[in-house]
């Protein structure tokens, strides 16, 4: 960073207070339609006396004095200038010479400088935590659980939040206490380990409150067994897909700064984005194929399926032509001294990527269904396995034009961003108030 007042600079120290707060305002208004808020006036208690973890916010209170008392050495760090690499040729008596070499070494601006990013960045934290705080005991009550339920519902985010603000804090004391001893490493250790320890009593540190016996028991049905197979399928399968990114990674050639750039690195990296994209849609059509070989019901039975919303498609359209473009035309006055692939190995990948989708799409909507849901839940099912699809690959190829082109390092995890978007935001789960005007088409 060399410029820390600059204005990416300060939207960037706003990344996780941002972070905590669209992560709760999603989970928080992405309820089913019949758990929906009731927008009348209700006896329920909505104060902080009641629902909220005394113990629990004041430890998270004294993390956070902990992480306002570690400023103060972080300002009084002085700048350090960085020094490039630079080689020596001495000679002695004799003629014989020999070669030195120093460096480089990594620069560090003061602390007057990062102190106002540093500020910038834990009041982003804070006005994260009191903003979800404020939504959470003023939210209306849902309806279909009982008041008692709706208190421990609040009671239950108010944990969370304060741990997961409790984990943002220590990780940002963390960083800023490294910043402040770079240059002396001594009881660095002691101190990582201690905030490990504090992360885990974080971790372990659930609520208390329970919620009646009536809305925890519930009875297994056919769609309860689809969803617990849908959500076993996506963990397998996005391990999966991102440990293979892991290993394929480890193999990358390595690029010698001594030589002209060449092309073979990021060649491997599309090739791996896109190879992982691809293993993703086979996995998930090879237990598709063991679903159906076990299934009883006869494969010329009526299989329903819908197509998902405009919007969606809109979405990923935009971005996967987007990327497509900038793959085979990159800002070369950007990325200076880059070296692009060849046009037809990045169109032939493309290509891959949008047979592989198309291909699943088609397949997932002809497996059959071992379950007995109702045509909309199994709309619902094959939807969700589009979507995945849709989203696997859009982020691929964003993920091969922003990492594999040396864009910014910080870009590359929207592609990972695109990768995990909930399910939920697009598509609304089959239920009482399941949306009926879209009548399922049956194949054969």
Avoid at 83 to 89: G, K, L, N, Q
Avoid at 139 to 158: K, Y
Avoid at 402 to 413: D, E, K, Q, V
Avoid at 430 to 440: I, K, L, N
Wanted: aromatic share 12%; proline share 6%.
């Amino acid at each position: 960073m060399t410029e820390p007042n600059s204005g990416s600079a300060l939207a960037e120290a706003l990344t996780p207070g941002i972070w905590v707060l669209l992560v709760y305002l999603i989970g928080l208004f992405t309820w089913p339609k019949e758990l929906q808020p009731v927008r009348t006036a209700s006896l329920e208690a909505r104060s902080l006396t009641t629902p909220f973890p005394k113990a629990l916010g004041a430890f998270v209170g004294l993390l956070l004095l902990i992480a306002v008392g570690s400023l103060w050495p972080a300002s009084k760090v002085e700048g350090l200038v960085g020094v490039p690499a630079s080689e020596f040729t001495t000679f002695d008596f004799d003629g014989i010479y020999s070669y030195t070499s120093e460096g480089p070494y990594d620069g560090r601006l003061p602390g007057t400088q990062m102190l106002p990013v540093f500020i910038v960045a834990l009041a982003g934290i804070i006005v994260a935590a009191a903003v979800i705080t404020v939504v959470i005991l003023k939210r209306p009550a849902l309806a279909g659980i009982s008041a008692e339920d709706n208190q421990a519902l609040r009671t239950v985010w108010l944990n969370r939040l304060m741990r997961n603000i409790g984990i943002v804090l220590l990780a940002f004391t963390v960083s800023v206490v490294n910043y402040s001893q770079a240059n002396s490493p001594d009881g660095q250790y002691e101190f990582v380990y201690g905030a490990l320890a504090v992360a885990l009593t974080l971790l372990f540190w659930g609520p208390r409150s329970t919620f009646s016996a009536q809305s925890t028991t519930r009875e297994r049905t056919a769609f309860s067994r689809l969803r617990d197979q849908l959500f076993t399928l996506q963990y397998v399968t996005a391990a999966l897909t991102l440990l293979s990114v892991a290993i394929g990674w480890s193999f990358l050639p390595l690029d010698d700064e001594l030589q002209m750039p060449t092309n073979e690195r990021t060649t491997w990296i599309l090739m791996i984005f896109a190879g992982v994209a691809l293993s993703y849609a086979v996995l998930n059509a090879l237990y598709l194929s063991y679903v159906s070989t076990v299934a009883r019901q006869a494969s010329a039975a009526p299989k329903y399926h819908a197509p998902l919303p405009l919007w969606s498609y809109i979405a990923a359209g935009l971005l996967f032509a987007t990327s497509t473009y900038f793959l085979l035309d990159p800002p070369l006055d950007y990325l200076w001294g880059f070296v692009p692939p060849g046009k037809t190995a990045v169109a032939g990948l493309i290509l891959l990527l949008l047979a592989t989708h198309l291909g699943f799409v088609w397949f997932s909507r002809r497996a059959i269904i071992p379950w007995a849901v109702s045509s909309a839940e199994e709309i619902w099912y094959r939807k969700v396995l589009e979507l995945r699809s849709m989203r696997v690959n859009t982020s691929a190829v964003v993920a091969m034009l922003l990492i594999g082109y040396g864009f910014p390092a910080g870009l590359g995890l929207f592609a990972l961003l695109i990768f995990v978007v909930p399910a939920v935001i697009f598509l609304e789960r089959p239920g009482s108030a399941f949306v009926r005007e879209h009548q399922p088409a049956a194949t054969s």
